[in-house]
């Protein structure tokens, strides 16, 4: 009985990570894929049933022709991570840093001193770059790169460290046999662990979009990635293996949810950003409420928009870039900053917030719960350094006050 329980869970394991890989795969991804799978297994039937209705070529005029790693990550480049201007000209400065695998190569100490500011806050708004997508550029490394995409992840924390002692060690995966997990952990090394931009390298920054939109007197059309495609599971005339049909009827299970999902993310962006689309500027709303709107978790929603993209009239952008602002119960992590800004602005006196009153104050002001690890968070973004510190430096002031 004991056995038949490990089976199981190792069973739904695999299931979580096919369909977690399927969803956060682009369209082109899956294609190669799905193709390859259906060469494998006889019951899995992948083909092309239509031609796309319009496609990216249709606003080739109004967009670039070519667009590099260097652009996409500049269109994220926006209040919801670097929440000033300063900081904003510091991560455009890392971006020109980047080589072509979206690896970081410049030299701190000297943007900071450019910026006239520590080698510690350059730090600091270069690990915000793993907001971006994709996930991972900005990293000094692929090993940075995987612990960014890990902090991004909703993984468990002993699949996370199983698989980042891989990457660290891969001479050394003997010592690891044994391990429970380690199949499933050397699955996701192998998927986290490739070059952020390698998308970008293999020339298809402009290749089909995921989703394109296009408008007609007011009306708007929308195609998604997989509209043209028909997956199936017919018979065949080998000898039916269990095990094969199984698989390819959760490939089309897992095609047709992923399908869904994607329509209802651009049905959601047209009908949320409609004057974006039409010239206007993109309307606040967070990936949270957008999760909560189409019914899905927030883990999931990510994975959904992850390394996709939506190409209109304005051009081809990262499905991220319509989410631009972190929200909470119609307030938007903006205003929360600002706030947080303007109380700690007021602190004399001895008197310092710790993050937990911040978190007691914002609940009072807004009627939302921010945990302590988020305060921080928004206070690191803000530049603003810990209570503790905070606390000295009063206490310095005060005495050079005294003095004088």
């Not at 028909?230 to 047709?256: I, T």
């Not at 929603?301 to 989410?323: D, E, N, V, W, Y």
């Amino acid at each position: 009985m004991q056995s038949l329980r490990i089976s199981q869970k190792q069973a739904l394991r695999l299931s979580v990570r096919q369909w977690c890989a399927v969803l956060e795969a682009s369209g082109s991804e899956l294609e190669k894929k799905l193709s390859e799978a259906a060469l494998e297994n006889p019951f899995l039937k992948f083909r092309r049933k239509s031609l796309p209705t319009f496609s990216s070529g249709d606003f080739i005029e109004n967009s670039p022709k070519e667009r590099f790693l260097q652009e996409s990550l500049l269109d994220q480049i926006d209040s919801s991570f670097f929440p000033t201007e300063f900081s904003q000209k510091i991560a455009a400065k890392i971006i020109e840093e980047l080589n072509v695998e979206g690896y970081f190569e410049g030299d701190e100490s000297a943007i900071a001193e450019e910026f006239g500011t520590s080698e510690a806050e350059v730090e600091k708004i270069r690990k915000r770059f793993r907001k971006l997508d994709p996930c991972g550029v900005g990293a000094k490394d692929s090993l940075e790169a995987f612990e960014f995409r890990l902090l991004e992840s909703d993984y468990d924390e002993d699949l996370s460290s199983l698989a980042y002692e891989i990457l660290r060690s891969p001479g050394q995966i003997h010592h690891l046999q044994g391990q429970a997990r380690l199949l499933e952990a050397i699955d996701l090394a192998k998927r986290f662990s490739a070059p952020p931009a390698l998308e970008f390298m293999q020339g298809e920054a402009f290749r089909r979009p995921d989703i394109l939109v296009a408008e007609d007197e007011g009306v708007f059309r929308i195609e998604v990635w997989g509209d043209e495609f028909e997956l199936g599971v017919e018979a065949c005339g080998v000898k039916e293996k269990n095990s094969l049909k199984k698989e390819a009827r959760l490939l089309c299970d897992y095609f047709n949810m992923r399908h869904s999902t994607l329509r209802k993310i651009a049905t959601l962006i047209v009908d949320l950003q409609r004057d974006f689309f039409q010239g206007g500027e993109l309307r606040p709303f967070s990936v949270s409420q957008a999760a909560l709107e189409i019914g899905i978790s927030q883990p999931t929603f990510s994975r959904a928009i992850a390394q996709k993209s939506l190409c209109c009239s304005r051009g081809t952008f990262p499905l991220r870039k319509f989410f631009p602002y972190e929200a909470k119960n119609g307030v938007s992590g903006e205003e929360i900053r600002a706030f947080i800004k303007a109380l700690i602005a007021q602190e004399q006196g001895g008197r310092i917030y710790s993050d937990e009153e911040l978190s007691e104050l914002v609940k009072r002001k807004f009627g939302v719960h921010i945990v302590r690890r988020t305060i921080g968070k928004y206070r690191e973004q803000l530049g603003i350094p810990s209570p503790n510190f905070r606390k000295k430096l009063q206490g310095l002031k005060a005495k050079s006050l005294a003095v004088s």
